[in-house]
């Protein structure tokens, strides 16, 4: 099948680079890219049309950290530092997912607002109950995501209803694993919630199963100040944090480590040495007081960064406003080192939240040629001076102005999806 999307259109094929074709045509074969053209190629005159006139068209987001079950929670707590939200709020609502019922309603509507948002890549954690994940994984493939899943493991430090015994923790790991080769799209991830979650015995168990079934691992790292000295009265023989998962063999190769905010020089040398990706939550750091993560030192230092809107901690689920508030983090930061520090454009923020995410999933930045296409398109004509701006002022402006509602099509893995 051949489609033609018209629209204008912009990618991001490297970090801080926009390129921009207005009224332009993206061309598809069976939902993958084959190329941006000024006139419509022969090939394609008699293929089906998506005409989106003066619309703006972009690669669609990646959220590479979020709690699928605190999605019913957006916006609560916001007043308390970490731990305390975690006790008073999270484990508390992440119990109710026994109940499958109540988590099919949740994953449902969470699914369907993440499309509508443009976001067509996820990285999500689900909760210790081995049903109600693999639920999340059949609503998110349903629907057309693309990503990863994971099973939360949890046997300490946590309420009863949201905790397991070691050995409980591990056979329903496997017994998951073993339930979700079927999927196509979604896979699962090891997922320890953090070190003070995880038991060194869950956590060599972890390290076991992740290495024996060539499967990447997410979690949280240096986070929070108490957090970071929690772990080391947990791990006295750890220096750091981040030796308390890579002693256990959980901090390698496309590892997730969401937050960072307190990473020092050599945390970050062994992300970097290991292939660990950060994954920076910038609202959640603010909503709960955590700080602000050096991202453009990160960068600048070879680091692999990604975006992720770390619900419900970060309140905004859309990736757009993900993006606006890395930026505002990044200016904060600057205007705290009296102007030392540089700050994310909305070019570089909007790399991070795209075509980082599909690097990670092993796919060029941009719209490249050969592959599927994940996009979103954004109608913002009804805006005061949108005739008078140019495409690349529009699509600045989108990412602080854009409504749900503005988003008129989005398309993952070569398929409308909305």
């Known amino acids: ?25 993206l061309c598809l074969e069976k939902g993958r890219i084959v190329g941006i053209f000024d006139t419509i190629p022969e090939a394609f005159e008699q293929a089906e ?25 957006l916006g609560m ?34 699914t369907q607002e993440l499309i509508a948002w443009g976001t067509t890549r996820v990285c999500a954690f689900s909760t210790i109950h081995r049903e109600s994940t693999l ?15 994971g099973k939360v493991n949890m046997d300490r430090n946590g309420l009863a209803p949201l905790q397991e015994s070691c050995e409980e923790s591990v056979s329903e790991t496997l017994l998951w694993l073993e339930q979700s080769k079927d999927f196509k799209r979604i896979r699962p ?31 949280h790292l240096s986070e929070n100040l108490a957090e970071i000295a929690w772990v080391k009265d947990l791990h006295p023989d750890c220096v750091q944090y981040w030796e308390s998962y890579d002693k256990y063999g959980l901090f390698g190769d496309h590892s997730l480590m969401a937050h960072c905010v307190h990473s020092d020089a050599r945390e970050r040398k062994a992300m970097r040495d290991r292939g660990v990706y950060v994954v920076h939550c910038p609202d959640s750091n603010t909503n709960l007081m955590s700080g602000a993560a050096p991202v453009k030192r990160m960068i600048a230092e070879g680091q692999k960064v990604l975006l992720g809107s770390d619900i419900a901690g970060g309140a905004i689920l859309s990736m757009m406003g993900v993006v606006a508030e890395a930026i505002r983090v990044s200016k ?11 700050f994310l454009t909305v070019a570089e923020a909007y790399y991070l939240a795209s075509s980082a995410a599909a690097e990670y999933f092993g796919e060029k930045p941009g719209l490249v040629a050969g592959q599927e296409l994940h996009a979103l398109v954004i109608d913002d004509t009804k805006e005061l001076d949108t005739q ?16 749900k509602s503005d988003i008129v099509a989005v398309y993952g893995a070569g398929k409308r999806l909305r």
């Open 1 to 25: 099948m051949r489609l033609v999307i018209q629209a204008n259109i912009i990618h991001a094929p490297s970090y801080g680079d926009l390129q921009i074709v207005e009224n332009a045509y």
């Open 49 to 73: 049309r998506n005409d989106f006139g003066n619309a703006l068209l972009m690669p669609s987001f990646g959220d590479m950290h979020f709690h699928a079950p605190q999605y019913p929670m």
């Open 77 to 110: 707590g916001m007043d308390l530092p970490l731990i305390e939200w975690l006790n008073t709020y999270t484990f508390k609502t992440e119990a109710r997912f026994s109940d499958v019922a109540y988590a099919r309603d949740v994953y449902k509507r969470l």
């Open 135 to 149: 639920l999340l994984m059949e609503e998110f493939e349903s629907a057309g995501l693309s990503g990863f899943v």
């Open 189 to 219: 991830i090891i997922t320890p919630r953090f070190t003070p979650s995880c038991s060194d015995e869950l956590m060599a168990a972890l390290g076991k199963i992740a290495k024996e079934q060539d499967l990447y691992v997410q979690s």
């Open 332 to 342: 904060f930061r600057r205007i705290l080192s009296e102007w030392q520090e540089d």
């Open 388 to 403: 008078r701006l140019s495409v690349r002022e529009r699509f600045e402006r989108a990412f602080y102005r854009a409504q």
